[in-house]
């Protein structure tokens, strides 16, 4: 599977963004798709999962605000970010792999699959 993230951008506090990862190649219906962040020097942090029966994750500091949905005939998964912040300033990655278990999805080693990343900037 290849993974392309797009969307990223910049921002002001309170305002939206949403990003895209398109996938090519592999079972992608079959794969748990992930988001995660990361900030330089610090690590990659999870931000949210949907497995392939549409189950949805989210860590604690983007419930409520940020959004994850995937349409598995376009191979294409989605994050809708809302209510920005500038700690959610960052490069944001999706990840894909079909083997991830419910309990492992939190987790960037679990998966095999990532795109390039794309930074999202929000300024106060």
């Known amino acids: 599977v290849q993974l392309q993230a797009s969307g990223g951008g910049s921002v002001q506090a309170g305002g939206s963004v949403r990003l895209s990862c398109a996938a090519s190649?592999?079972?992608?219906?079959?794969?748990?798709v992930a988001w995660f962040r990361q900030v330089p020097g610090k690590e990659r942090e999870f931000v949210t999962a949907?497995?392939?029966?549409?189950?949805?994750f989210y860590a604690d500091s983007v419930k409520g605000r940020f959004t994850i949905s995937r349409d598995n005939a376009k191979k294409n998964v989605y994050l809708q970010m809302n209510s920005l912040q500038p700690e959610d300033t960052a490069v944001y990655y999706c990840?894909?792999?079909?083997?991830?278990?419910?309990?492992?999805?939190?987790?960037?080693?679990?998966?095999?699959?990532w795109g390039q990343g794309t930074q999202v900037t929000v300024s106060s």
């Open positions: 190649g592999g079972t992608f219906s079959r794969s748990a």
């Open positions: 949907i497995k392939w029966s549409g189950h949805t």
């Open positions: 990840a894909a792999d079909e083997r991830v278990i419910q309990s492992a999805l939190r987790l960037a080693r679990s998966y095999h699959y």
